[in-house]
């Protein structure tokens, strides 16, 4: 599996973009770039999932250079209610798997008034 | 939206007891997972099912673990001989057939004490 690295805390305020950058240098050729959110007691939530370029959705946007060895999700204009941790995961697409996630301690964001 | 349910929320049971934690996951899915959390700690990955029967399984997974799935809806997991250390979030998770992504939805979780 790929080691990610990520900040272990971000602090921002209401409105602005955020981005988290996660590294992977080691990623394999068949590895896709998974982002999961957490919020205190509750599950993780998958976000954005992407394998090369850009890949936006209703929540997120996920931003891979072309050599892939890191990442960033992008948050819009984020609100106090994007407070959570996020997770930056790197492995194989599950085509017909039933592999085990494995989850780093994340990025805390902390979104401030 | 369909999602991922548990139950018991919170579940208190004194240390060598055993516990049943419960989880219907959603319907269409075909593979299952248990994970566990340990208060300010990472998500740990415990075991997947597939096909009725256990597809992969972490060193966390010992003989005091197993998984059920007794009738076509619910994914149990059991803890023969609770020990203190057991106490955290437990959350169940699942994926559909594969030809999507490595996407897991996750269920709310049942917070175990241990006392």
């Known amino acids: 599996l790929a080691k990610t690295t990520q900040p272990i805390s971000m602090d921002s305020y209401e409105g602005q973009e955020v981005n988290i950058t996660c590294s992977h240098n080691?990623?394999?050729?068949?590895?896709?770039i998974t982002w999961y959110q957490q919020f205190p007691s509750q599950g993780p939530r998958f976000i954005i999932q992407?394998?090369?370029t850009k890949v936006t959705n209703e929540v997120a946007s996920l931003f891979i250079p072309a050599d892939r060895k890191s990442s960033t999700l992008s948050l819009p204009r984020v609100s106090l209610s994007d407070t959570a941790v996020y997770y930056c995961?790197?492995?194989?697409?599950?085509?017909?798997?039933?592999?085990?996630?494995?989850f780093g301690k994340g990025t805390h964001l902390i979104i401030q008034p | 939206e369909p999602e991922v349910t548990q139950t018991p929320s919170h579940q208190v049971t004194q240390m060598g007891q055993e516990v049943i934690l419960r989880c219907v996951p959603i319907?269409?899915?075909?593979?299952f997972y248990w994970y566990r959390q340990i208060l300010g700690q990472k998500v740990e990955f415990l075991v997947s099912?597939?096909?009725?029967?256990?597809?992969?399984k972490s060193e966390i997974f010992d003989d005091q673990f197993s998984v059920e799935r007794p009738d076509g809806s619910n994914f149990t997991l059991k803890i023969r001989s609770t020990k203190l250390e057991d106490s955290a979030m437990y959350f169940c998770?699942?994926?559909?057939?594969?030809?999507?992504?490595?996407?897991?939805?996750f269920g709310p979780g049942t917070r175990l004490t241990v006392l």
């Open positions: 995961l790197v492995g194989v697409k599950s085509g017909g798997g039933a592999d085990g996630l494995t």
């Open positions: 998770a699942s994926s559909d057939d594969g030809e999507s992504t490595d996407t897991q939805y």
């Open positions: 319907s269409n899915h075909l593979y």
């Open positions: 099912f597939y096909n009725n029967e256990i597809s992969e």
């Open positions: 080691n990623i394999a050729t068949n590895d896709y």
């Open positions: 992407g394998y090369k």
